[in-house]
């Protein structure tokens, strides 16, 4: 059964960081992409980064470029998304998720997803 657990979440400053973490389990395809998506309230789900298993290949959501940084730790499983410079609209729940995607940052191209992790910026 695939597994993502979302953690790192919290309240924090206009300009301030976090840090995100995806663990993932009981998943063994060979090749695949994990993707942040981020959903504020009242607004549709939209992807803000990808990392491809074959070659770590990134891809990142135009307005978040430059200040957040997806990276995985192959052996724990484990992918980050270092969020720095953080802004108010910035605010939502983030999500992991696992997929097969043509589109990287696509939201419907993902099958699996965790619980999601709420992000705050605000002073």
């Known amino acids: 059964q695939v597994q993502l657990v979302e953690s790192g979440g919290g309240l924090v400053q206009p300009g301030g960081s976090l840090r995100l973490s995806c663990a993932v389990s009981g998943f063994s395809s060979a090749s695949y992409t994990i993707g942040w998506f981020r959903q504020a309230p009242g607004k549709e789900r939209e992807g803000v980064a990808s990392?491809?298993?074959?070659?770590?290949?990134?891809s990142y959501l135009n307005s978040v470029k430059g200040r957040f940084t997806m990276s995985r730790d192959n052996t724990k499983n484990i992918v980050y998304l270092q969020m720095n410079g953080l802004k108010p609209e910035d605010t939502a729940v983030y999500y992991c998720?696992?997929?097969?995607?043509?589109?990287?940052?696509?939201?419907?191209?993902?099958?699996?997803w965790g619980q999601g992790t709420q992000v705050t910026v605000s002073s």
């Open positions: 998720a696992v997929g097969w995607p043509s589109i990287e940052l696509q939201p419907y191209e993902y099958d699996h």
């Open positions: 990392i491809k298993s074959s070659d770590g290949t990134t």
